[in-house]
């Protein structure tokens, strides 16, 4: 058949959103939709008084537009996939759009004649499903950290995605298993910011496509196994120049020992900002079962080397690929929100000059220097980002109030929800 295109892009809940359309939209154009998907949550009830959507207005159109350049190959037979922006019906875009927001960000740091790159890592598990529905992790019993091969994989699903991967046009770094069985690691190729998380969406929906031809359910949620380790997506940044000189570069050598103003004003800001940052981040409730300390998650406000119990982790490699690592988020949050909120973090800590506290000198699990963690809860985590008016106006006011008011239900219709039930509630979703 002619080639039809996926048009997609990624709510408020990380879900990837589209519509299959014919080849005569293979270029610059549009699709109508429901402006109050924005409305909708978890278990497909509608939020009638959510901001922002105009719901009681009439459930007006939103129109999401792609450019022709950024068109691609897809992962399904004859199909071209396609994100892009979300506009009202008077051509504005509409303030709850995520990716606008992180071209906002984008924007903010190129007046400063700064291009943010960034590299993607994300974690996943494997749960293996029954005839009746019923799932259960991945039996794996040879898995082993960095493991390959069958004995960490024996359904053979990453071989497949990794051949999807490369057939569409993904550009991968890594696919490993991690330290918790059967869990895995798979690590994007860095990019300009809005291009890494295009790629990273539309990578993470290939994956668990591709992973469900096998019968395996691949979930990116941050603690589906409440025994075993959580699944991070971590943020490496770096900035060029106009030249396209790694901006945090100071020579051949990097770590806490060779960061210029740049790089310790963008660990300031990050730390500064740290709770308010865990709301965007880390925005399910399971997310605060992973974020605990000593568990080389991003709990802690603190800074080091190459130190896996701290939050932000400067990259002893010096030269073109010196680079900040963030470890905070799991792949439960709207990766465009949460780069926007990391490079609008970063920039104020440069703008403000925040001051930072020396790199973390504790193990991470004994002792740490570190004052304090993020919230304990996704209830408290709502609480420190309202309070943060300065990363809400400089990320976007609307789009802070509609995830502050959708994350409050979220906390009431999870309520009394534990272990299996709690994981069931977004297991198929995320």
Same mark, same amino acid.
């Given at each position: 058949?002619?080639?039809?295109?996926?048009?997609?892009?990624?709510?408020?809940?990380?879900?990837?959103?589209?519509?299959?359309?014919?080849?005569?939209?293979?270029?610059?154009?549009?699709?109508?939709?429901?402006?109050?998907?924005?409305?909708?949550?978890?278990?497909?009830?509608?939020?009638?008084?959510?901001?922002?959507?105009?719901?009681?207005?009439?459930?007006?159109?939103?129109?999401?537009?792609? *450019?022709?350049?950024?068109?691609?190959?897809?992962?399904?037979?004859?199909?071209?996939?396609?994100?892009?922006?979300?506009?009202?019906?008077?051509?504005?875009?509409?303030?709850?759009?995520?990716?606008?927001?992180?071209?906002?960000?984008?924007?903010?740091?190129?007046?400063?004649?700064?291009?943010?790159?960034?590299?993607?890592?994300?974690?996943?598990?494997?749960?293996?499903?029954?005839?009746?529905?019923?799932?259960?992790?991945?039996?794996?019993?040879?898995?082993?950290?960095?493991?390959?091969?069958?004995?960490?994989?024996?359904?053979?699903?990453?071989?497949?995605?990794?051949?999807?991967?490369? *057939?569409?046009?993904?550009?991968?770094?890594?696919?490993?298993?991690?330290?918790?069985?059967?869990?895995?690691?798979?690590?994007?190729?860095?990019?300009?910011?809005?291009?890494?998380?295009?790629?990273?969406?539309?990578?993470?929906?290939?994956?668990?496509?591709?992973?469900?031809?096998?019968?395996?359910?691949?979930?990116?949620?941050?603690?589906?196994?409440? *025994?075993?380790?959580?699944?991070?997506?971590?943020?490496?940044?770096?900035?060029?120049?106009?030249?396209?000189?790694?901006?945090?570069?100071?020579?051949?050598?990097?770590?806490?020992?060779?960061?210029?103003?740049?790089?310790?004003?963008?660990?300031?800001?990050?730390?500064?900002?740290?709770?308010?940052?865990?709301?965007?981040?880390?925005?399910?409730?399971?997310?605060?079962?992973?974020?605990?300390?000593?568990?080389?998650?991003?709990?802690?406000?603190?800074?080091?080397?190459?130190?896996?119990?701290?939050?932000?982790?400067?990259?002893?490699?010096?030269?073109?690929?010196?680079?900040?690592?963030?470890?905070?988020?799991?792949?439960?949050?709207?990766?465009?929100?949460?780069?926007?909120?990391?490079?609008?973090?970063?920039?104020?800590?440069?703008?403000?000059?925040?001051?930072?506290?020396?790199?973390?000198?504790?193990?991470?699990?004994?002792?740490?220097?570190?004052?304090?963690?993020?919230?304990?809860?996704?209830? *408290?985590?709502?609480?420190?980002?309202?309070?943060?008016?300065?990363?809400?106006?400089?990320?976007?006011?609307?789009?802070?109030?509609?995830?502050?008011?959708?994350?409050?239900?979220?906390?009431?219709k999870t309520e009394g929800l534990e272990g299996a039930a709690l994981r069931n509630y977004y297991i198929w979703y995320v």
């Open positions: 058949m002619p080639d039809r295109l996926r048009a997609m892009f990624c709510d408020h809940l990380s879900l990837m959103r589209g519509k299959y359309l014919p080849a005569a939209k293979l270029k610059s154009d549009g699709t109508r939709m429901a402006r109050p998907t924005f409305s909708v949550h978890w278990d497909k009830d509608l939020i009638l008084d959510a901001p922002h959507t105009r719901c009681r207005e009439g459930i007006p159109d939103m129109e999401l537009r792609w *450019e022709a350049s950024d068109i691609r190959d897809g992962w399904e037979p004859d199909t071209k996939v396609v994100t892009g922006d979300l506009y009202d019906s008077e051509g504005e875009r509409i303030p709850l759009c995520p990716r606008s927001a992180l071209k906002r960000a984008v924007a903010a740091w190129e007046a400063r004649g700064l291009t943010p790159k960034v590299g993607v890592e994300l974690e996943a598990f494997a749960f293996e499903i029954a005839e009746d529905g019923s799932i259960a992790p991945m039996h794996a019993p040879g898995g082993i950290v960095y493991g390959t091969g069958p004995f960490a994989d024996p359904a053979g699903f990453t071989d497949a995605i990794w051949l999807r991967a490369e *057939e569409a046009g993904f550009r991968l770094d890594l696919i490993t298993a991690e330290y918790d069985t059967p869990q895995f690691e798979f690590t994007l190729a860095y990019d300009t910011a809005v291009k890494a998380v295009d790629e990273m969406v539309l990578f993470r929906q290939m994956a668990r496509e591709v992973a469900l031809e096998h019968g395996i359910l691949l979930t990116f949620l941050p603690k589906p196994i409440l *025994e075993k380790g959580g699944s991070g997506l971590h943020f490496n940044l770096s900035f060029a120049a106009k030249a396209g000189k790694n901006a945090l570069m100071t020579g051949p050598k990097g770590g806490p020992d060779h960061m210029n103003d740049l790089a310790k004003g963008v660990v300031a800001g990050w730390l500064h900002h740290h709770k308010g940052l865990a709301g965007l981040l880390a925005p399910t409730v399971g997310s605060y079962l992973r974020l605990q300390p000593a568990s080389m998650s991003g709990y802690w406000c603190n800074w080091g080397g190459d130190h896996r119990g701290v939050t932000v982790r400067v990259s002893e490699e010096g030269g073109p690929k010196t680079r900040l690592e963030h470890r905070m988020a799991d792949a439960s949050c709207n990766p465009y929100t949460a780069l926007a909120a990391l490079l609008q973090a970063g920039l104020l800590g440069v703008e403000k000059a925040y001051n930072l506290p020396a790199p973390e000198a504790g193990d991470g699990f004994d002792r740490t220097d570190a004052g304090y963690g993020v919230a304990g809860s996704l209830s *408290e985590a709502m609480d420190d980002l309202e309070a943060d008016k300065a990363l809400a106006a400089a990320l976007g006011p609307e789009l802070v109030e509609h995830h502050l008011f959708m994350k409050r239900i979220e906390v009431t």
